[in-house]
């Protein structure tokens, strides 16, 4: 049974930084490209980031740029967003996804398992 469980989700202020984790079972982690999402309230999920298998590949939202950087440890089977300088407009909730496919993808319908999520949330 494939699992992928977030953490390090929680309540910050504006400017600060936040680590999330995406542990994985399951699956071959290292034969699997792997995504963020985010869905605020009311608002559709987005992707905001994506690595590839081999780590030589990655993918950022224009939102994110420069402020987050996703990372992946294949020999831990987890994966990471080191998300620095918060905005509370990065407040939502936050999926890890995994695809077998050969290449990263921006889009959900490419994924295969998904995480719970975990919450973030920026005050002002």
């Known amino acids: 049974q494939v699992q992928l469980v977030e953490s390090g989700g929680g309540l910050v202020q504006s400017g600060d930084s936040l680590r999330l984790s995406c542990a994985a079972s399951g699956l071959t982690f290292s034969s699997n490209a792997m995504g963020w999402f985010r869905q605020a309230p009311g608002k559709e999920r987005e992707s905001v980031a994506a690595i590839s298998k081999t780590k030589d590949i990655t993918y950022y939202a224009d939102s994110v740029k420069g402020r987050f950087t996703i990372s992946r440890d294949n020999a831990k089977k987890t994966m990471y967003l080191q998300m620095n300088s918060l905005k509370p407009e990065d407040t939502a909730v936050y999926y890890c996804?995994?695809?077998?496919?050969?290449?990263?993808?921006?889009?959900?319908?490419?994924?295969?398992?998904w995480g719970q999520g975990t919450q973030v949330t920026v005050s002002s």
């Open positions: 996804a995994a695809t077998p496919g050969p290449y990263i993808s921006r889009f959900d319908n490419d994924y295969d398992y």
